[in-house]
């Protein structure tokens, strides 16, 4: 979580986590996690601008967790992990993958 931690953002961010575990939990990949970015961003709900929450999706393949490769996850599941999350967590409007290799990037983010 990046940002105040709150009860209410604790709860989004481990609900979020819910999901991408369940989706993922077959995969090989090495690493994935939820991660709950501060600002907000745009989005729309019923008709109406939405200022909502951004869920950041990190899953990375590695053999020894210094180094490592954004996992190759086919469209289709990257959209369903998108779609449960937005539909089934309140409040978030947006989620990206991270494609960037560790390192530079880490699984960590502060």
Known sequence: ????????????????TEIIEKE?????AFQYLAILHEDKVT???????????QIELRCWDSKDAVTGSPTKLAY?????IADRITQKVPGVVSV????T???????EAV
């Open 24 to 28: 993922l939990s077959g995969t090989e």
């Open 43 to 53: 989005g729309i709900r019923d008709g109406k601008r939405d200022f909502g929450m």
């Open 96 to 99: 990206t993958y991270n494609i």
């Open 1 to 16: 979580m990046i940002g105040e931690v709150t009860p209410e953002r604790i709860k989004t961010v481990r609900e979020a």
């Open 76 to 80: 289709d599941v990257l959209t369903k």
């Open 101 to 107: 290799k560790k390192p530079p990037s880490t699984i």
